[in-house]
């Protein structure tokens, strides 16, 4: 359990016609930069708008700063940000005259022009929505969910249909707000190597139920710390080798060229051993790695047999 969480959510269950969006949904959820990882359909979005009020579970408690979402919603509102996956905003607009807008609406705010200084859009502040780059108009999203100086940001796939470079200023941006800000961050994001960089906890989340949670590192070490993948022309073939090593378990074909397994031996013995089983075979080896990443943790914990 999380101590003294911002977020506390107990049991929840959301129906929405044949489909059980979330299934005894239960989670806690500290200050910080936290990541909701899971397919689509897996409930993430269902659980933010939840959370916002937008709404109501058909069963379950959640609390957000402590408060009730049945009964202080508009409290809780108050002191969040949002920005949706695929937000539409006025291409006439210009983000400064945007961004007063919306603090108008909200009867106070940052003042717009510090505000887009900080997210790297004071060069734009004048131009039109309408012209700005992809990644510009992220920045911007993230602007307007940072206006009413909220406590806690919801960011639904930031980086979603940004190119790498982009993916990286706005990672970087949400790193930078935390850390000057201290404002918390919960990113439901499919780029994976993106939230191992940048989130101190995670959740994995499938049919609508939590299936592991805790710090990021913690859970890297937990499902991969003897993993290995190997790297071939011939993954299958190799596949079938090495489960007839005592010193491998669990051995898996992953995409069109890996093989993942498990192993207690160190790195030496295990690539001498490899080398020796294919000596009479036409399989070739790229590359041995140990599988420590937050996708390879993915892949272990999202296994139907896990």
Known sequence: MTDNPIISVMGLVKDFEDTRALNNFTIDIGSGIFGLIGPNGAG?????????????????????????????????????????????????MTPLSFLNRVRDIYGKGVEPRSLLKLVGLATASKRKIGSLSAGMTQRLGIAQALISEPELVFLDEPTSNLDVAGREEITQLIVN???????????????????????????FIRNGTIIEQGKTLDLIDKFTK???????????????????????????VVGISSVAFSTKVSQVILEDKIKDAILQSNIQIHSILKSNSLEDTYKEVMTDDY
């Open 177 to 203: 707000l935390h850390n000057e800000l201290g404002t918390s961050f919960i990113i439901a994001s499919h780029v994976l190597s993106e939230l191992e960089r940048i989130c101190n906890s995670v959740a």
């Open 44 to 92: 993430k979005t269902t659980f933010l708008r939840i959370l916002l009020g937008l709404i109501q579970p058909d069963s379950g408690t959640a609390k957000v700063f402590g408060l009730r979402i049945d009964k202080d919603s508009l409290q809780i509102r108050e002191r969040l940000g949002i920005l949706h996956e695929r937000p539409i905003y006025p291409k006439g």
């Open 226 to 252: 003897n993993r290995f993948k190997v790297i071939t022309n011939e993954p299958r073939q190799l596949a079938l080798i090495l489960e007839k090593l005592s010193i491998v378990e669990s051995v898996r």
